[in-house]
């Protein structure tokens, strides 16, 4: 679907957003390559409102543009979502070292940093090969803040185990001889004699 967009391409690309489909959303990723910022930014809100594109798409489109108007938006849409896979996505297109958009790409990962939140052990190893590879074109500050915040990430286990898995773990600690006591196995065979009180939790609890 070629769409070319007049001056009304507000309602005009709201009604693609609304109208949905591959060829609806095709024809707004090629609105954020409009010559004009204010269509792209509109193709911008539509995308975010309307559809889910890959970050890997993104990254690409991001590459590939040499308007500045338009790697706004797509850093803008790469900013959206989940923490770990924005700030990734953030850093990788920090690597590819545009200095103008720069300034851009650290705001928007500044704001994800103002809050600290923990992360799942897969995203945190994502954004540390990102971050390595983006650390060469950060200014020092952000830098910075990034290795403080990766440092906290490495000192935390996030997962807390689902009931599935906490099902699944009192069966496995059952089946080899330990008691499981508030997510924790605690083996029957101990290096130290276990002490009163863990007994007498354990009589109370079962």
Not at 21 to 44: F, I, K, T
Request: net charge positive; aromatic share 8%; with cysteine.
């Amino acid at each position: 679907m070629v769409v070319r967009f007049s001056n009304n391409f507000v309602s005009e690309i709201r009604s693609l957003a609304d109208r949905g489909g591959d060829a609806a959303r095709e024809a707004l990723v090629r609105a954020l390559l409009d010559e004009r910022p204010r269509v792209a930014r509109e193709a911008r809100h539509a995308l975010a409102r309307a559809f889910v594109l890959p970050r890997g798409r993104l990254l690409r489109l991001y590459r590939i543009a040499w308007q500045r108007h338009t790697r706004a938006q797509v850093l803008a849409l790469l900013a959206r979502g989940e923490r770990g896979a924005s700030m990734a996505s953030l850093l990788e297109a920090a690597a590819m070292g545009d200095p103008v958009m720069l300034p851009q790409v650290c705001e928007h990962l500044g704001r994800w940093l103002d809050v600290w939140a923990p992360l799942p052990g897969r995203s945190v190893a994502q954004l540390t090969e990102a971050f390595r590879r983006a650390e060469r074109v950060l200014p020092d500050a952000v830098a910075e803040r990034m290795r403080n915040y990766l440092r906290g990430l490495h000192g935390v286990r996030v997962a807390a185990p689902t009931p599935a898995r906490k099902g699944r773990r009192r069966a496995r600690s059952q089946r080899e001889g330990g008691v499981y006591l508030r997510g924790r196995t605690v083996r029957r065979s101990y290096e130290l004699a276990p002490s009163w009180r863990a007994v007498v939790w354990a009589a109370v609890w079962y």
